[in-house]
């Protein structure tokens, strides 16, 4: 009977891995990131259409709010992966929390049916009524409703790529090349999830009310808790370790009260982990780099967890401290996507929306690069990646940082496509007489789908590479940690984006007797080429930093194909990644 060391089924027993993980388990979890994706990715690329529209908001308002809204599912990962890392298992966390994000699309779908909880219709013939804005008590509980539903869906992205993570054995041969895979289906099943969301979802919102569609995407998370509760006997569960967080905040406050200590010229004199913790946690070796660290571990006859630390837990501080670099070039290379993906819909809006007799909403557009997606990952997961590995070696094909860089790059292309599309766009309008419009701009809104097949190259590259490579460089204790980062990498920057709409509306405002770039509600008076023009030159900047330190950084484990359990491919850790 197989095994996997440190790892329980439900009971808390020792898993066989004949009955538990693998990819049966993992079907499970691609089943709740489907349905759940399903209506986050709808919502998100088409909740600046609501706010718009229902809503009453104004460019501006309309693009910070969605921005944050994307933030925010993001950013509460982070909690929920201290969690599960710390004090309760994965699955108990996910399904603690999934519920909250039901309640939110809940009281979206309450807010969006009952008329007197949003603004009254604009009536366009009446040119003296006002088109009042949401505000009162009805903002603060359309704030509700969308920030109810990152608390839940955090949780998901948090522990949902390392639960997956936690079914393969990565000194098995077959199941390391399965883990490598799972990733990739991963994304799949994020892909697949978008293509429901943006074809049905979309499609349900905007013809059959929000209301509907709101209780719709609260349904299919429900659905997706369902299947992936169904789950539960066949998964692999690692147990808490507790809180990695005080781990590094305890190396930190020892390292600086032993300053002044010299090490011992012998490495196997700092303090070792104890017998009692090694069978609970990964065991980690001295590396060489921020020596200054390892004086945590140094004996100086003073005892407790915040003056004396095992070189297990300076090594965890030092992984987190090496993936910094990586982290911050990171966010400022994912600036501009969910500003693209906000702005391509406004902009979809006023152009020519007609496929054939069938009018489509902007928002569907991206159903383009999401089946390009769903095509480009299946291809290279079965094909590219086997033939690269026979060549490189690589277990992935290539390194997980060669692959970020692929995707910022094509983020840098689409940028600077998005600006030259929106000159074309004002050109039109300016031509035809209809500056003032809000629609009906005789250019075809497909003149968009050439960024969005970039951005979809983005998602199949970085979005991949980024949560592979956090979720593999963090220890065994800081998994879900691990995974969270890569989401707190796309909040960040999608905050960013949301001041840096602000900056540059304040510093353009009134410089030459207008409004700023992306002030007011009239797309065409506004400057979002120039803007366009900025993100661009920020996305190339972030390129150079990125692969700066890209490479310069020191995998730390090896992604060689393992031949077999004992015997490794000699590792080539150390050599430039790109």
Not at 124 to 145: A, I, R
Not at 232 to 242: A, S, V
Not at 451 to 479: C, H, N, P, R, W
Request: net charge positive.
């Amino acid at each position: 009977m197989g095994s996997s060391s440190g790892l329980v089924d439900w009971r808390g027993r020792p898993v066989n891995t004949k009955k538990h993980g693998g990819v049966r388990a993992s079907i499970f979890i691609h089943a709740l990131v489907l349905l759940s994706n399903a209506a986050n990715i709808a919502n998100i690329l088409n909740l600046v259409s609501y706010l718009r529209n229902e809503m009453h908001m104004d460019v501006a308002r309309a693009s910070t709010m969605a921005s944050n809204f994307f933030a925010a599912l993001q950013m509460f990962s982070i909690p929920a992966a201290f969690l599960a890392d710390s004090y309760i298992k994965r699955f108990y966390t996910v399904l603690i929390f999934g519920p909250i994000e039901i309640l939110g699309y809940i009281l979206l779908a309450v807010q969006a049916h009952v008329p007197s909880l949003h603004p009254p219709p604009c009536n366009p013939v009446q040119q003296t009524t006002t088109c009042d804005s949401l505000h009162g008590s009805n903002l603060s509980l359309l704030l509700l409703g969308l920030y109810l539903i990152p608390i839940g869906d955090g949780a998901a992205r948090a522990c949902l790529p390392a639960l997956g993570g936690e079914q393969f054995n990565k000194s098995d041969p077959v199941e390391q090349r399965q883990e490598a895979s799972f990733f990739n289906w991963y994304t799949f099943a994020v892909s697949t999830g978008g293509f429901v969301g943006l074809v049905f979802v979309v499609w349900v919102e905007n013809s059959k009310g929000w209301d509907i569609g709101f209780v719709v995407c609260a349904l299919c998370v429900l659905l997706g808790m369902l299947i992936w509760i169904a789950g539960f006997p066949f998964y692999r569960n690692q147990l808490p370790t507790g809180s990695p967080i005080t781990r590094i905040l305890q190396v930190l406050v020892a390292a600086f009260k032993k300053r002044r200590v010299k090490l011992p010229e012998n490495p196997s004199d700092l303090k070792q982990i104890n017998h009692d913790e090694a069978s609970a946690i990964e065991i980690l070796h001295r590396t060489q780099g921020f020596h200054c660290l390892d004086k945590a571990a140094v004996d100086t006859g003073k005892t407790g967890a915040w003056s004396a630390c095992s070189i297990t837990q300076v090594e965890e501080t030092k992984i987190i401290l090496r993936m910094v670099p990586i982290f911050l070039s990171a966010i400022l290379g994912y600036i501009p996507v969910p500003l693209i993906l906000n702005f391509t819909v406004q902009q979809g809006n006023t152009m020519d929306t007609r496929l054939g007799s069938i009018h489509i909403s902007p928002a569907t557009l991206f159903v383009i690069p999401t089946v390009f997606q769903m095509v480009i990952l299946v291809v290279y997961d079965r094909f590219i990646v086997p033939f690269l590995r026979r060549i490189t070696g690589y277990v992935g094909g290539v390194t997980h940082l060669q692959r970020i860089a692929i995707g910022f790059l094509s983020a840098t292309v689409a940028t600077g496509i998005a600006a030259l599309v929106e000159i074309k766009r004002k050109k039109v309008a300016e031509d035809n007489g209809l500056m003032d419009a809000t629609s009906g701009i005789p250019i075809s809104v497909f003149w968009l789908t050439v960024q969005f097949f970039l951005l979809g190259i983005v998602d199949v590259t970085s979005f991949v590479g980024l949560l592979e490579f956090f979720y593999s460089e963090a220890s065994m204790g800081m998994k879900s940690i691990g995974s969270s980062i890569f989401y707190c990498i796309l909040g960040v920057s999608a905050w960013l984006g949301s001041l840096l709409i602000q900056l540059a509306n304040r510093v353009t405002r009134h410089s030459d007797g207008t409004g700023g770039w992306l002030d007011g509600t009239n797309l065409n008076r506004g400057k979002l080429d120039r803007f366009y023009g900025l993100l661009a030159v920020l996305e190339l900047v972030s390129l150079f930093i990125y692969v700066f330190f890209a490479r310069r950084y020191v995998y730390r484990n090896d992604q060689k194909v393992v031949v077999d359990e004992d015997n490794k491919v000699p590792s080539e850790r150390g050599i430039n990644d790109i």
